[in-house]
């Protein structure tokens, strides 16, 4: 199972980015696929969150900015950031959890977003 992150870049604040990932591999079904981020000496945190049945769940810091989707035909989960801002700066990682996966889900690589002028 493999996990393609991308849509990182460099933007200046106020501007948006939408990150795409998607899962490739021997997978019967996706549960809930999330986006994490991690600044540098930071820890990892939940960035936003979205079960199968299309449920969602943002951290509070992205609150109204960021919006989390997914294609289940396609099997990949987007992020879509609106009014960026400089404390957004970060690897952006996308986690998915399958019934018969790892307890904590696949990670992918993860894509750095940097937000300056």
């Known amino acids: 199972v493999q996990l393609q992150a991308s849509g990182g870049g460099l933007v200046q604040p106020g501007g948006s980015l939408r990150l795409s990932c998607e899962v490739s591999g021997n997978i019967f079904c996706i549960n809930a696929m999330g986006w994490y981020r991690q600044a540098p000496g930071k820890q990892r945190e939940l960035v936003a969150h979205?079960?199968?049945?299309?449920?969602?769940n943002y951290a509070d810091f992205v609150k109204g900015r960021f919006t989390i989707s997914r294609d289940n035909a396609e099997d990949t989960v987007y992020l879509q950031m609106n009014s960026l801002k400089p404390e957004d700066t970060a690897v952006y990682y996308c986690n998915a959890a399958t019934p018969q996966g790892p307890p904590g889900g696949y990670w992918g690589l993860g894509t750095l977003v940097t937000v300056s002028s």
């Open positions: 979205i079960t199968d049945g299309g449920s969602t």
